[in-house]
């Protein structure tokens, strides 16, 4: 099976720093873009970060934009977010998911959520003091 595992969730004060893992199972990473996504009790699902199947490509919504980065070391078959300067806000499950990119020349990623089918089982982040 297709799993995906997010680590490195917990909880943090305002203006801290963490760093999540996605680590990849039954596959390789090498074909697929990743997303990054986080959803609050009663909020939609939203995205914060994608990253194409070479790395080349990345986006971030205005709400992390500058604080959260995106990578990926498909040598380990995993995906990283390094959230840093966390706000209360950021509070959510954060999810990772994989979307099938077989085409080599497509260098693009989406944070839409509709457009992953692959999910992790989400780690839990907590922003409070």
């Known amino acids: 099976q297709l799993q995906l595992v997010e680590s490195g969730g917990g909880l943090v004060q305002p203006g801290g720093s963490l760093r999540l893992s996605c680590a990849a199972s039954g596959f390789t990473l090498d074909y697929y873009a990743i997303g990054w996504f986080r959803q609050a009790p009663g909020k939609e699902r939203e995205g914060v970060s994608c990253?194409?199947?070479?790395?080349?490509?990345?986006n971030y919504p205005d709400s992390v934009k500058g604080r959260f980065t995106i990578s990926r070391d498909n040598a380990k078959n995993t995906v990283y977010l390094q959230m840093n300067s966390l706000k209360p806000e950021d509070t959510a499950v954060y999810y990772c998911?994989?979307?099938?990119?077989?085409?080599?020349?497509?260098?693009?990623?989406?944070?839409?959520?509709?457009?992953?089918?692959?999910w992790g089982q989400g780690t839990q982040v907590t922003v409070s003091s």
């Open positions: 990253i194409s199947r070479s790395g080349g490509s990345t």
């Open positions: 998911a994989a979307q099938w990119r077989p085409t080599p020349w497509v260098n693009t990623c989406s944070t839409s959520p509709t457009d992953y089918i692959d």
